[in-house]
């Protein structure tokens, strides 16, 4: 090979390596979403969902520096401006595990995914625990669906501050204790589902101020007045 080739190919793939690392950099997804989504792995036993055919996604492994997004596991969804174009940045919209066998409790340190727009988790009787009040923290937060569930303990009050919320869905688990005031706070709620429960007290007047309300179900609990 030519003396100026061999000197000039190491500049070369020196650039190339350049720039997959740039790639790599740019697209990564937050140290701290990747941390969410491994607490709720470890918190439900991720070992065992009930994955699907790889055909529909990959499924989660933490080792390597992972990226979610662009290695597409199975029910997480990422930005839509999230691509291998060096100039996007991927952050975790959704996460989408129906009937994926999770056993085990909700980990308060899944509110770290901060990006996260929708969050449905139905149809795991195996999921245990309550709902964590840090959830009150998810700010883009705007489609919960936890029904058909085995939860307990209490609706956190601090839902009530998740003010870009539209569907909240609680039905069909073993929540007590009184509908939380906080949640007529929630202007842009349109179907909010908590029938099915053991929920007591009366519902708080401050329901009746949720204007865009056009599904509310709270019956077949132990609700008074």
Known sequence: MHPVMQAYLPVVFGLVGLSVFLV???NAVS???IS?????FDSTVGRNWNWAPLTDGAHWDFQDNPN?????WQGVGCNAECSEN????????????????LVGSLSSELFLVSSLK?????????????VPSSFGSFMRLEFISLYSNALS?????????????????????SLTGSIPYSLGSLAKIVNLDLNTNLLSGSIPSTIGSMSKVTFLAVYDNLLTG
């Open 68 to 72: 979610p997004c662009l290695e597409k």
């Open 24 to 26: 790599d950099a740019n």
């Open 153 to 173: 303990g209490s609706i956190p009050s601090t839902l009530g501050s998740l003010d870009k919320l539209t569907v909240l869905y609680l039905d069909d688990n």
């Open 31 to 33: 140290n701290n979403e």
């Open 118 to 130: 929708d969050l449905v988790i139905p149809l795991n009787r195996g999921l245990v625990g309550t």
């Open 36 to 40: 969410g989504l491994q607490a709720l």
């Open 86 to 101: 060096v100039s996007s940045t991927c952050t975790i919209t959704s996460i989408k595990l129906p009937d994926f066998n």
